[in-house]
Structures are given as C-alpha cells and as structure tokens.
C-alpha cells in the first residue's frame, strides 16, 4: 500500500471553532508553562544546550505574569466587596432617612396634639406627606 502526502487536511475558508481558539488562549497557565519549559529542556539539543540566561529570564517571564495574575484576582475580588459594601451603606441610609421621617412624623403629631392646632407645612410640596 502506498501512503500519499497529499491529503488534504483543510481550505483556507474553513473558519476554526471560535470556542476552542478562544479556550486555548485563555488557559496557557502555569501548568502549561511548566509542561512547555520541561519540554524544552528535554529536547535540547545536548551540544548546544540553554545557557543559564535564558533559562533564568524565562523563570522570571513567568513568575511576573503569575504575580500580574493573583494580582488581578486580588482586584477583581476587592472591587466585588467594595461594590457589596457600598450596596450596604446605602440601605443603611435609606432605612435610616425612613426611620427618621417617621420620627419626625411623630413629633409633628405630638406637637399638634399638644397645642391642639393642625401645623400646616410651609412648602407646598409636602402636602400631604406623613
């Protein structure tokens, strides 16, 4: 049987799988740096093996990108709680400004009772408001 080097494998209109390239670009992590490095390193040519330089500059390529990496963990969580807290506050502020309303709904009462008088309210927007 006779094998052929002439298959063809793809065109050139064939659109690749968007989610895949996408995946592949996304999960080159430190694992797969390391599998790379390993791989390197195993391959070498023995004659001309890696100097030290190179070896240690890639170390350090790698050990910047996964400090950037915990770094922009560390962002994205704190900006997660911050915008949590915020949401926080201002339900405290507003259940605060209620109760406060409430308070002074109740002393406007008192003070009519006591003096026997309905207060009318100066501003014509708060008309009826109780």
Known sequence: MKVSNNEIIGYFDDQPDKEIVSKANKDLDKDM???LL????ANQDPLNPIEDKEFIAQLAQFNSLEQMQNLN???ESLGK???ESIEYLNLNQIQANVEILKEITNIRKAV????????EPEDPELDGVE
């Open 81 to 83: 709680e911050v915008l």
């Open 33 to 35: 740096f390391l599998r």
């Open 112 to 119: 009519e009772s006591y003096l026997g008088v309905e207060i």
């Open 38 to 41: 390993t791989t390197q390193l």
């Open 73 to 75: 963990r560390s962002m």
